[in-house]
């Protein structure tokens, strides 16, 4: 006699896990979640005080082919904490407070282990987002994921005035671009990297765990360092009118995610000697061969977020920074000329 789980899904295993998260979870750290973990639908009450017309923004991301190297690592206890900060980065570079996060995780074959150590990442993210964790799916499928499998995806809401929102609207003619430091590569250009260090030779692969003196850890390990999750500085930032704009660097690099903020009839110039670069790049770089545009178009190189600031503002922005935990120093400028991104020596 067939069943489901002769079929491949595990509901037994399903309520464990569930059981799982809630005891992991615990109580939310919003007092405007009106449900627990487990119910059909999450239920959050909008804190609407003190904005005159409230205007919500929504992210949805994931951590892409991240999630290979935590497996070949078999370690999964800081892509959680990537796939929250991919969302809700997004949602604070519009200067909004971010609300709530769900997750939805794609599996083979439920491992209780593995996937309790993933929902451990995604509330540390929350905690450090300052979000409620409101709920998710996880979803078996085998014939789709392989036993060993499995994918994340992440959904994020936040809230703001309307008259606040930042973005190309606000920035100015001889703004100032501030860079605040990433941690390494975060969760962008993992294809690249998967090409370069996880070639299908037993060797390549035992690199991940072997100790690289130019990184100070292994190589496995500095590549699912987890990315900085930016939404309480942008927050402070935000909300005292420091900043005009902000871009999150994730895939398409500098370039490609600067120019989003940029109104027509005006260019940002960055200065891209005007950093230290965290080291895993230059291994990428020289392993690779791979030139440097290239390397500006694939990864943040060192810059996980840039904000358009008024001058008067830049030493406050970078104390903040700093105050919060980050790096931060001024990288460029914004002109008068074509809208684009210039990456200037």
Sequence with gaps: ??????????EKKAEQFVDLISRKVGRSVSKNVLADIGFFGGLYKLPTAGLKNPVLVG???????????????????????DLVAMN???????????LFFLDYLAVGKLKLDREGKLIEGIKRGCDIAG??????????????YRDDDFDLAG??????????????????DKDVLVGISSNG????????????????????????????PLLGRS???????PTFIYSALLWKLASINLIHAAAHITGGGIPGNLVRILPEGLQAVVHVNSWQKPRIFSMIRETGKIK???????????????????????????????????RAQLIGEIKKGQRRVVLAR
């Design 59 to 81: 992210s949805c991301d994931g951590v892409g082919t991240k999630i290979i190297i935590a497996r070949e690592m078999g370690r999964f206890d800081t892509i959680g904490i």
């Design 292 to 326: 440097e545009k290239e390397m500006f178009n694939v990864f943040n190189m060192g810059i996980g977020l840039i904000a358009a600031v008024p001058d008067k503002h830049v030493q406050k922005v970078i104390s903040t920074s700093a105050k919060e935990g980050f």
């Design 1 to 10: 006699m067939i069943t489901y789980r002769k079929a491949g899904v595990n």
């Design 131 to 144: 979000c409620a964790l409101l709920g998710g799916e996880t979803a078996q499928m085998p014939d789709v």
């Design 219 to 225: 190589l496995g390990e500095e590549l699912l360092r």
């Design 155 to 172: 959904f994020c809401v936040g809230i703001l005035d309307r008259s606040r929102i930042l973005g190309p609207a606000r920035v100015k």
């Design 185 to 212: 590569l975060h969760s962008n250009g993992f294809s690249l990297v998967r090409k370069l260090f996880l070639a299908p030779t037993p060797r390549k692969r035992y690199l991940l765990f072997e100790y690289e």
């Design 88 to 98: 809700v980065n997004d949602v604070a570079v519009c200067g909004a407070r971010v």
